[in-house]
């Protein structure tokens, strides 16, 4: 079992960049492949990105592709996500999941732990 917390959400203007982290805490966080999903008000809850346990393959949605970036660092426990040339539409709450031992899914159905979410607002 995994827990995970995000952090680094906010307001910023359209064009401007954010980075947001999640710390997982639990066992064998290598084995498990991490997305990012957002979810506006009133909106289902959208594959961003994702990064595969072990050789750290990355997936990205086609609306965020070339502007997001995903990482990991199997030392500390971490996942990021790089979000650059942030546009109005890209407002939505934020999360992480973690899947087992799987490949990178874009069905939120797939991930078995999830974090409580974090804002980012782009302001026109």
């Known amino acids: 079992q995994v827990q995970l917390v995000e952090s680094g959400g906010g307001l910023v203007q359209a064009g401007g960049s954010l980075r947001l982290s999640c710390v997982a805490s639990?066992?064998?966080?290598?084995?498990?492949?991490m997305a990012w999903f957002r979810q506006a008000p009133g909106k289902e809850r959208d594959f961003v990105a994702g990064?595969?346990?072990?050789?750290?393959?990355?997936y990205y949605g086609d609306s965020v592709k070339g502007r997001f970036a995903i990482s990991r660092d199997n030392v500390k426990n971490m996942v990021y996500l790089e979000m650059n040339s942030l546009k109005p539409e890209d407002t939505a709450v934020y999360y992480c999941?973690?899947?087992?031992?799987?490949?990178?899914?874009?069905?939120?159905?797939?991930?078995?732990?999830w974090g409580q979410g974090t804002q980012v607002t782009v302001s026109s």
């Open positions: 999941g973690a899947r087992y031992a799987g490949g990178n899914s874009v069905s939120s159905r797939d991930y078995a732990y």
């Open positions: 639990g066992r064998a966080f290598s084995s498990y492949t």
């Open positions: 990064i595969v346990w072990g050789g750290g393959l990355t």
